[in-house]
């Protein structure tokens, strides 16, 4: 027994909220600040706060964009809050299409991990940078700008996309202008989009006025 | 009926909390944190809590210094809460000034809206920098630099000042060293100025010792 | 003479960059960084770098949407490189618009200075919030998300816009999907738009493809 | 032509440096500072600095640890600089392991892609959280903490891990303890490890002294 | 009395949170969340708040490692919450030893406040940068980097050690390894240690498995 | 010779920028940036540069305050630059005293390591918060608010100042109004003081007009 005073090293330390400062799991049904949830308090954090098996299971793609997103953010995956990134998988059938959106908070990398997707980005310069991306291959998408992804091959195809915050966000422009009660008529003065091509899509979207 | 299943496209985000992600909109009655007020519950957020109409309304300037500020702060106007900016009207009748002060939290960019406005701040190197704006002039105050503005026209003044903070803050010189009831003897200690000089400027600002 | 040494005091102090650390002008025409330009040299900074005057101009409306932006970013006006603030003037003439846009880098005050505006934003969640404003009314805009101002009265309006960054950036909507060489084709399959209308749209914009 | 003036619209903003605020795609040859290497003129930046091939290869675990690490940081995909994401590939043969490593300067999220993985991570107050991961499963490692893989089944494991920061930075527990010139006695001091011991693995991986 | 109506002046902000925004002293019962504690009402914020005694008094050295940290951290100093500062004093009896450890979440300032201090921290390509500091030297541990101090002589040394961070954290790496139930061959595994070794130090330090 | 493959492992990392991201030394004579001062390049930082010893020596305070501040911010101390920290030494002979002051860029945690300090700093709402420091307390002064130091007891006092950034900034109250060419007129608008006050004051500083 060489070290026996050992034990009671540090011990205001031990004692004091070190975990607190490691990690912030997000306490859902708690107030929610600018910087993200409340915390969990240390001693009901569970190592499955850390883990999320979501993203392992293939999202549904039986409809008209033949796509589907699966997020791992803070309200999903509460052991990312505060951490400042998170995660989504991407499935893409043949044919799919994730269109044209945004993430306000955040950069995000797209990993191909199965497949070919022609992917996309317009700079605030207007200059649009396309590149189709196989298996292996990433592409950065900068904070806010438009992107879009497609499956490109004859295959389904399979991508995961990493982001700069727990909480990215997403508005995709069609939802956007068409998936509300925006009228017809301000959208129209507001995009430079006919009438008649605002109505159709309102309809396929489930949009009113 | 060509896209009957899109309406169920991206249910899972939906019905994630997108809201939430987008803005922070100030709960006054809950918890602050370092980063701002607690968000209002998605489901209670209006379009008012975005829009504030207290700067159509000139402040009171029949006081001394013939000026008033009106701030749209989070405190004030809850919709900045955790977006990193805000802003003031600034009203200066003839003869108007606003005292030397510091925005702890922020930098300025101040716009004069009508009348002329003699401003200027003081590096740390003590190099002042002056101007005399215009109407249409804007000029930046860096933060944490004491600054001033003084109307320097024969007719009222309005400007306008945007902040890089939702909650900038405001220390106005006079009023920290001698509104309060800290003893002449010390002020006269750290600041170098006369005890007839502070006690004189109590009387007038309501200080105290 | 009672203080005659106080003049070396802090010298140390005064002889290292107090300026630099105050305020950090950009030299548009040295390296840039994420943060911002690099610095002008101290000695070479003047009080113009603080000051801006094109805001004090109209802008030029006799265009198709009979409005325009003049922005007061780092680019523009170099003062505020690195102070995380800046500021555009907008002018809408009779029917004027600004088309949906969003401003990747930063959140969005705006200060209606003379007529009505009917401005709105709309959520992640698809939820639009939009609102008439009258001269003095403000509307915050969250970083990132679409949202558009028109002018809703008889008379010219005009307005100033507050954001929380020196660089927020600019993506007008139209201008990404339209102003450029983005086949019609990748522009229909993104945005569920009728070929036929994306050509209709670039033709006016001078788009290609 | 309907038209006709649009085109000159928003002039002054198309002439601004809107691509620079976008993104600030790393020049690896110019200064760097504190937020990330210098920024490529806009004028040279090409779709191919957003997209990056080398994590599509496997990397050679024909190693003592049967493990490799590729990574796809600001330093190796310029695209990311300042952007505040990353990633990178991990490659565990049989029996592979990533030993205790840190990331100093971001949370990482761990996606399994292939096989299993045996990951945990210590917190502060000496708690390990463990979890054995399969195809699809993702954990989350805080910032600075100390944390490990394993490949804990019968077949290659693949992995790809986001970070929070285009330079994540990474410190391996054993080379910054046992692969350089310490002294075997400073070693002995300050992790109470036997020098026995300090001397072997100094001699495993090449240090001295 | 020449100044009557000055009272009034800023009522408006005077009434106002302004206080809120200056200061977020710790509420330590209440929600934490990622950017700290919440903040305690204005109203009960006292000067001793700001004022903390505990690192006057000399930690008790009487352990196997002859020294002591103890840590003016939120946790423990609520006035520093929020402000991205804090302090720890560290006492270090003859032999005395701070064995490597890291601050996830912040850099260190150390200064040598009497006695003679050997110091090093370890850089991600793995050179160690050592230095024997003496009273009044200081040195820079950056951010989440292996470091340790060691008294280098004679006499008992002081150290006071500045954070950017209120909640720097500290992962002690033996007591991460060998100070909990992490099994013996895991430990083997990920460290490349000998299963001898490990079980001596659990034994040492209370571990288990 | 059991693990002989090991030297080449992470090869690709080792042979990356790893020790870049891990900390910036300040390269005064390169182009400096919102963030800091550029970094030097790696294979030219020193251990030398992490240590500073200018805090050992005591500060001149032959001077008419009795006091003298000496700094190490990145100006002095490049090892700094980037990491968030910096740090002071703060001399106050018999009757010393540090007049009243701000840091625009960072707060400021105290330690008295020798007499007695009197201590305080005004909150934006005016309210004093005052403190007779002895030797081992700590007081912290929030960003940006006014706060001085008088040596409150009948020895020299020694104090250490921690701030939350590489350079904190310094504007000391007297020097910004009296130790320029500020008219004295514009004063007296600006801050209510007499213009014999004034004339006084800038008598002693050096100030002129």
């Keep these: 027994m060489i070290f026996p005073i050992l034990f009671t090293f540090f011990l205001l330390l031990s004692s004091s909220n070190a975990a607190v400062q490691d990690f912030c799991v997000a306490d859902l049904a708690a107030p929610e600040g600018p910087a993200g949830f409340s915390c969990k308090k240390p001693a009901s954090v569970k190592v499955n706060d850390f883990v999320f098996s979501g993203l392992g ?23 990312v809050n505060g951490l400042g990134i998170s995660i989504a998988r991407l499935d893409l059938a043949v044919g799919g299409v994730v269109p044209f959106h945004t993430h ?25 940078y396309l590149q189709t991306l196989e298996k292996g291959d990433i592409m950065v998408f900068p904070q806010g700008l438009l992107h ?33 009660d925006l009228a017809t008529e301000l959208i129209a003065q507001t995009t430079f989009l ?9 309809g396929v979207l489930g949009g009113t006025n």
């Design 148 to 180: 879009f992804q497609v499956n490109g091959g004859e295959a389904p195809a399979l991508a995961f996309a990493g982001f700069g915050s727990a909480s990215p966000g997403l508005q995709i422009l069609d939802f956007a202008l068409f998936k509300n």
């Design 194 to 202: 006919d009438a008649a091509q605002i109505k159709k899509l309102k």
């Design 104 to 128: 306000p908070g955040a950069s995000e990398v797209l990993f191909v991990a199965q497949g070919t997707i022609c992917a996309g980005f317009v700079a605030s310069d207007n200059t649009p």
């Design 57 to 79: 299971i293939a999202g549904n793609t039986s409809n008209i964009i033949k796509a589907a997103v699966t997020p791992a953010f803070a309200a999903q995956f509460p052991g």
